[in-house]
């Protein structure tokens, strides 16, 4: 069997152990495993490189992907569908492994609607996908963010300083929750619960009040203020461009920043903005990703081998189980209303 491998979308602490999972397991059973570069763009332009023992050397524990990635949306050219499908059946591929978030998976199951031969990897660090316990690459990041975390709690208190961290999390709250609660944050705000800046400053104020002289607050850029906040903007969210990309998105972010001067305005506390970046998804895996990575790996391949086109590997408890690709698109997976109230118990 000839099998394909793209990664598609952000890139992610993981990937490269998926990749080699894939090519390990795929030489041990006599398959031939071809790489296309960039994503589906590197589908779409039939940029291809095979993928021996040599080239996955030494790669587990580096972060990003070997493969190079990108959020190329095919079915946005005219015919691009056409191109896709020249492009594997010019490579003969047999089956196609897809690892990517829910828009490289979108593509994956458009296509697999059309007889091509998908197979789903989730990957995200946002941990939204749906039918998945967990995402690899979302424990790098929360880590990433609670160490973070962690330090601005020692430059806060030796100034007396209120701090907003901006963490990525577009829909979902995920790691502003984890790394919240798992670094002490005094107020969690995620997208899933509009927030009123009114509640946030009565919070922040009863600290300092009791003798607490700093705070940390967490936002997710995709948080949002109530309707009538300032800054509400009928509830939209807060935009660092209009700019979209292949799939329809704005770009976020500036909530942290805004979050910040509201805060210092109303308050008259020392604040400041720190917004955690592109850093949360870069650099070297935790072995929970690397493991994952690697069972995802491993698991495609079987999938492949049994002909279970048009799923997603899963993880739900301790198994790997398949998943439909049209499932874990169909919806996010957010922070559920029963976890969140975590929050209650902690902070402020």
């Not at 196609?96 to 994956?108: C, R």
């Not at 020392?270 to 955690?276: G, H, I, K, M, P």
């Not at 929970?288 to 002909?307: C, P």
Request: hydrophobic share 40%; glycine share 14%; with cysteine.
């Amino acid at each position: 069997m000839n099998i394909g491998i793209l990664t598609g979308g952000g890139d992610c602490p993981g990937l490269n152990a998926v990749i080699r999972a894939v090519v390990r397991r795929g030489l041990h059973t006599g398959h031939v495993v071809t790489g296309f570069e960039q994503g589906w763009q590197g589908v779409y332009e039939n940029r291809t490189v095979m993928l021996g023992r040599d080239e996955v050397a030494g790669i587990l524990h580096r972060g990003g992907t070997i493969l190079g990635t990108s959020r190329f949306n095919p079915f946005a050219k005219e015919g691009g569908e056409e191109r896709i499908r020249r492009s594997l059946n010019d490579n003969a591929i047999d089956a196609l492994i897809v690892v990517g978030g829910e828009d490289t998976l979108g593509v994956a199951q458009r296509l697999h609607e059309g007889g091509i031969n998908v197979i789903g990897v989730p990957k995200t660090i946002d941990n939204d996908l749906n039918g998945t316990d967990v995402t690899f690459g979302f424990d790098t990041a929360i880590n990433i963010a609670m160490e973070a975390i962690d330090r601005l709690h020692t430059t806060a208190e030796s100034h007396h300083r209120v701090i907003v961290v901006e963490v990525m999390g577009r829909h979902s709250g995920w790691i502003a929750f984890y790394a919240g609660i798992s670094g002490g944050a005094d107020v969690i705000l995620i997208p899933e619960h509009p927030f009123s800046i009114e509640k946030v400053c009565n919070a922040l104020r009863r600290r300092h009040e009791s003798g607490r002289t700093f705070s940390i607050v967490v936002v997710s850029e995709g948080a949002k203020f109530m309707t009538g906040e300032p800054g509400d903007q009928d509830g939209s969210y807060i935009l660092s461009s209009m700019k979209k990309d292949a799939f329809g998105h704005v770009r976020l972010g500036g909530i942290g920043s805004m979050l910040a001067a509201e805060i210092e305005k109303r308050l008259d506390y020392e604040t400041r903005a720190t917004v955690l970046g592109h850093v949360q998804r870069g650099g070297t895996p935790t072995a929970a990703d690397r493991m994952l990575g690697t069972r995802f790996g491993i698991a495609a391949v079987e999938f492949a081998e049994q002909e279970k086109f048009g799923f997603m590997v899963a993880l739900q408890g301790n198994a790997l189980v398949p998943v439909s690709i049209s499932e874990a698109v169909g919806k996010l997976k957010t922070v559920p209303d029963d976890l969140y109230k975590i929050v209650e118990s902690f902070v402020a």
